[in-house]
């Protein structure tokens, strides 16, 4: 089945560590973006990539980084600098020349 | 930059009724789309319609169409003989166009509407 997959379901995290949530698509989607979420707030944009080896910031990108090195992969990495990051990390992803984004299950992250 | 107002953060209905969720934004772009995404207790986010700010006609996905009012920049969305697996966030999000291009285009939401669905 296509779609977008994100592990794990649930991450637990020790203070000062960092820790990459996956998200992997086969729905040959060139961009890909992740949200984060806040009880009582919408998703607000970490980072999105449109194409293989190129990402940009989105508005809360501090503390994150990302990287491209494939089409179906946009793995999201949480520093120890991002200062309050348990929330739960949305995956989407979106086809060219298309403007509607799917997303995947959802990461729930919880440090410790 | 764009916002989104959803002033309804609760509501709850019965079950067959129909129920009116509300979304406002302001914008100075002339060309745009409108999203209705939903959130059940699963967390996975679902798009249930979206709307071209250039299309006159409103959309319509089976038991949910929207009332898109592009002078008064509302966006509502109606739920028409509602269904118990309707129970969920609902989200409202707005997405700025460029012509052929959705390149950097990023969706901005509003802090939703929880909506139950009484048995």
């Known amino acids: 089945d296509g779609g977008i997959t994100q592990s794990p379901k649930y991450l637990f995290r020790k203070e000062g560590q960092n820790v990459t949530l996956s998200c992997e698509q086969n729905?040959?989607?060139?961009?890909m973006y992740w949200y984060r979420q806040d009880p009582g707030q919408g998703l607000r944009l970490i980072y999105y990539?449109?194409?293989?080896?190129?990402?940009q910031k989105g508005d809360i990108a501090e503390g994150y980084s990302v990287s491209r090195e494939k089409k179906e992969s946009f793995p999201l990495t949480v520093t120890s600098a991002q200062k309050n990051p348990t929330a739960f990390y949305l995956c989407?992803?979106?086809?060219?020349?298309?403007?509607?984004?799917?997303f995947g299950p959802g990461t729930r992250l919880t440090v410790l | 930059a764009q916002t989104v107002t959803q002033s309804q953060p609760e509501m709850s209905v019965q079950e067959a009724e129909t129920v009116t969720l509300s979304c406002t934004y302001d914008t100075s772009e002339n060309n745009y789309y409108l999203f209705w995404y939903k959130q059940p207790p699963s967390r996975q986010m679902i798009l249930v319609i979206r709307q071209e700010a250039y299309k006159q006609q409103n959309a319509t996905e089976n038991r949910f169409s929207v009332n898109f009012q592009k002078a008064a920049k509302s966006f509502s969305l109606k739920i028409s003989d509602s269904q118990l697996g309707d129970t969920a966030m609902y989200f409202c999000a707005f997405m700025k166009h460029r012509a052929g291009n959705f390149g950097n285009e990023k969706l901005t939401f509003g802090t939703g509407t929880r909506l139950t669905i009484i048995p």
């Open positions: 989407a992803s979106r086809a060219t020349g298309s403007g509607t984004q799917y």
């Open positions: 729905l040959n989607h060139d961009a």
């Open positions: 990539s449109q194409i293989v080896n190129d990402f």
